[in-house]
C-alpha cells in the first residue's frame, strides 16, 4: 500500500 | 508603477502552457531583483516555482515588491494572442485591480507599421502561503536532454502505473560522448536511491520541455524530487513531487 504525503510533511510554511 | 519588456516574448507564453495544468490560479511576485511563483497543486503534492531574473529583461520597473493574482488559463489565453516572435510589456500599478499585457511586433515597425495590441485582464485575490525550501543535497542528480526525458514519462504514463497491462524497465545510462554539451546524459551519484513517483504528475512537469534543451532531475529518498527546466540567462521554472511511499 502507498502513500504520498503532502509538501507540507518535507517542506515549512514561510 | 510596474512595468516589464521582454524582447521574447514567447519565453512567458511557454511558462505559462508549462504550469497552467497544474495550477489554477496563482501569485505573481515583482520585485526589483525580477518576477518570482510559487504555487502548490489543489492537492498539495506539486508545486511549481518559477524565477524570471529583472537582468532578463529589456525593461523592468518595479517600484515597491507587488503581488498579483492572476488566473492562469485567463493569462494563457491572453498571452497566445500574442505571436512568437512579439515584444511582451506588461503594466501594473497600485491603484487598479487590472494588469495590462501589450504585444508589439518589432519586425512590422522596421518597415512602416507599428502594431500594438493591447489587452487588460482582472486580478484576483490569493490566498497563498509559501513554502520555505531549503537548499538540499541530493543523492543523485541527472541531467539530460529533456525532450527525452518527456518521451520517457509519455512511454511509461502509456503502459500505466497500475500493472494491468504488463510492465515497462527503461535504463538510461551516462552519455557524454556526443556532439552538443545538450545531448549529454550526465548521472551524479553520491548514494544510491530507489523512489517511486506519480507519473501523471511527471508527465505535466514535461508542458516545460520547450523551455530548455535539458532537463535536471534530482533526487533523494526523504525529499520530493525537482524537476528542474533552466530559462537561459532569465532563471528557471522547478516542480517539486512528493514521493509515494509504502505504508
Redo the contacts between chains.
Keep these: 500500500y502507498e502513500t504520498q504525503l503532502r509538501l507540507e510533511a518535507f517542506y515549512s510554511f514561510n | 508603477m510596474l512595468e516589464l519588456r521582454l524582447v521574447q516574448g514567447s519565453i512567458l507564453k511557454k511558462v505559462l502552457e508549462s504550469i497552467k495544468d497544474l495550477v489554477n490560479d496563482a501569485n505573481f511576485d515583482f520585485s526589483s531583483s525580477g518576477l518570482t511563483l510559487q504555487s502548490?497543486d489543489s492537492?498539495?503534492?506539486?508545486?511549481v516555482a518559477l524565477l524570471l531574473k529583472s537582468e532578463g529583461f529589456e525593461h523592468y520597473r518595479c517600484d515597491r515588491n507587488t503581488s498579483m493574482g492572476m488566473n492562469l488559463g485567463n493569462m494563457s489565453k491572453m498571452l497566445k494572442c500574442a505571436g512568437n516572435d512579439d515584444i511582451l510589456t506588461i503594466k501594473g500599478d497600485d491603484v487598479s485591480d487590472t494588469v495590462t499585457f501589450m504585444f508589439t511586433s518589432d519586425l512590422v515597425r522596421e518597415i512602416f507599421f507599428y502594431k500594438i495590441a493591447d489587452f487588460e485582464m482582472k486580478l484576483m485575490d490569493i490566498d497563498n502561503?509559501?513554502?520555505?525550501?531549503?537548499e538540499a543535497e541530493y543523492h543523485a542528480i541527472v541531467k539530460m536532454p529533456s525532450a527525452e526525458f518527456a518521451r520517457i514519462c509519455k512511454v511509461l504514463a502509456s503502459i500505466g502505473d497500475t500493472g494491468d497491462i504488463g510492465t515497462a524497465n527503461i535504463v538510461l545510462r551516462q552519455n557524454t560522448t556526443v556532439d552538443k554539451p545538450e545531448d549529454a546524459t550526465v548521472i551524479e551519484m553520491n548514494e544510491p536511491v530507489s523512489m517511486?513517483f506519480?507519473l501523471r504528475y511527471m508527465n505535466t512537469f514535461t508542458k516545460a520541455t520547450p523551455l530548455s534543451n535539458t532537463v535536471t532531475i534530482s533526487l533523494s529518498p526523504?525529499?520530493?524530487v525537482v524537476v528542474k527546466y533552466k530559462i537561459a540567462e532569465m532563471g528557471y521554472v522547478r516542480f517539486?513531487l512528493?514521493?509515494?511511499?509504502?505504508?
Design positions: 502548490m492537492s498539495h503534492i506539486a508545486l502561503e509559501h513554502l520555505g525550501i531549503p517511486t506519480a526523504d525529499l520530493p517539486y512528493t514521493p509515494k511511499m509504502e505504508e
